[in-house]
């Protein structure tokens, strides 16, 4: 269960949705990672509709004020041994 406080609306999350959730407080990688993650725990389900499930939850949040997009860093100028350090 969440809680908008910008309206004061709850919102539930199914077995699915709350394992996404964990998923973004637990970790700073991006939506491609997380993808892999559930992949792995539901073997069963096809990628394409694990990415766009997620992707739907992902919209759905973001426009409820409950996330808010990250903009990856631009490491195309970083020299080859710099490397992205996990929280």
Do not use: C, H, K
Not at 4 to 15: F, I, K, M
Not at 44 to 69: C, F, K, M, S, Y
Not at 73 to 79: E, G, I, M, T, V
Request: no cysteine.
């Amino acid at each position: 269960m969440l809680l908008s406080l910008e309206d004061e609306v709850y919102y539930g999350l199914n077995a699915v949705g709350a394992r996404v959730w964990e998923f973004l407080a637990e970790s700073s990688r991006g939506v491609d990672e997380l993808v892999d993650a559930l992949q792995l725990e539901y073997r069963e389900v096809d990628r394409d509709v694990i990415w766009a499930d997620v992707n739907e939850l992902l919209r759905d949040l973001t426009e409820n004020g409950l996330v808010a997009p990250v903009q990856a860093p631009d490491l195309s100028s970083a020299d080859s041994s710099s490397t992205v350090s996990e929280r």
